[in-house]
């Protein structure tokens, strides 16, 4: 039987695939370049494939090797979960949890959760990450983050997933646009053409086409924000128009501006809000605890005033 690959090697492998540079890899593990290079020899010579190429100039992982390497991750990750659960097993809920949100739902949840998870659990301490839904998953199957909170729809087939909540989408125009007539309002293909979005990247921006039935949308400036802010600035100056999930809306986004919104005819287009972690995470109670506090203050808060509304400007 062929020998099995230590962590230790598959770590190097890792490193070398984030850096793509021996010397660079070998500052990251801590080991001298040469330590790294004869741990990677190694790797290969158990596994019998050929996992890097490189000369003089660069670095380069094989096609095998990038296989190897999603494995790779999930077994380092798995590893340290398995660490952490057997030293958090005596005292659940009071360790750091690193916590990945994405920018279109930090400013507008976190307010309104945080408090309460503090007052029901004095020592677990949250370490949070602001940042696109890409890049969340990417740390957190890197095993940077603990938890990731974000929006469906979105590929999350290999991760521990709850859905929370729905987050309706609300039309976001200048006060008196003609698009905000009526209690409900429609999205047709000519209103859709005013639309404004947010650049590549923001899983908002996919939520919006999607909302529309469109596969793609360019204001004929070629104009899109890089921020809700910039957004609504945009819309604001008269370029067009927006849509904006509904916890924006509600939580105070619009106050002091010329704009208005409206919720959008049903069936409404939506967003599911998601609390996600790798499947192997130690910490299901920590997980289930966070999912339920966002549910019980948010979610139910949001579901209530959704049944009050009336269909009346914001």
Not at 25 to 33: I, K, L, T
Not at 154 to 181: H, I, M, T
């Amino acid at each position: 039987m062929a020998s099995l690959p230590s962590l230790r090697q598959l770590s190097y492998f890792v490193a070398l695939a984030k850096e793509l540079s021996f010397t660079r890899a070998a500052e990251a593990c801590f080991v001298g370049q040469s330590t790294l290079s004869a741990g990677l020899k190694e790797l290969e010579d158990s596994l019998g494939i050929r996992l890097v190429e490189r000369d003089r100039q660069s670095v380069s992982i094989t096609p095998i090797g990038l296989e190897v390497l999603e494995r790779a991750r999930a077994i380092l990750a798995a590893s340290e979960d398995l660490v952490e659960y057997a030293g958090g097993t005596a005292r659940p809920m009071t360790a750091t949890i690193r916590l990945g949100v994405i920018p279109t739902i930090a400013p507008f949840l976190l307010p309104n959760v945080l408090p309460d998870i503090r007052n029901r659990f004095p020592e677990l301490k949250i370490a949070l990450r602001e940042d696109l839904t890409a890049n969340l998953l990417t740390r957190l199957a890197d095993h940077q983050l603990d938890f990731a909170l974000i929006a469906l729809p979105y590929d999350v087939d290999s991760l521990l997933v709850k859905e929370l909540f729905d987050d309706d989408f609300w039309l976001v125009a200048r006060k008196g646009d003609a698009a905000l007539l009526g209690n409900y309002v429609h999205l047709p293909a000519k209103m859709a053409e005013r639309l404004l979005l947010l650049e590549e990247g923001h899983c908002l921006r996919e939520h919006s086409l999607q909302a529309c039935r469109r596969s793609d949308i360019r204001n004929a400036e070629g104009m899109e924000a890089t921020s809700l802010l910039t957004l609504l600035q945009m819309v604001e100056s008269g370029m067009g128009i927006t849509l904006l999930p509904e916890m924006a809306v509600t939580g105070g986004l619009l106050n002091g501006t010329e704009l208005a919104a409206k919720p959008l005819a049903a069936p409404a287009p939506k967003r599911v809000i998601a609390l996600v972690a790798r499947s192997s995470t130690a910490r299901l109670e920590e997980f289930q605890a966070l999912s339920d506090c966002i549910q019980e203050r948010f979610g139910v808060s949001l579901s209530a005033s959704r049944s009050k509304r009336k269909g009346i400007h914001v």
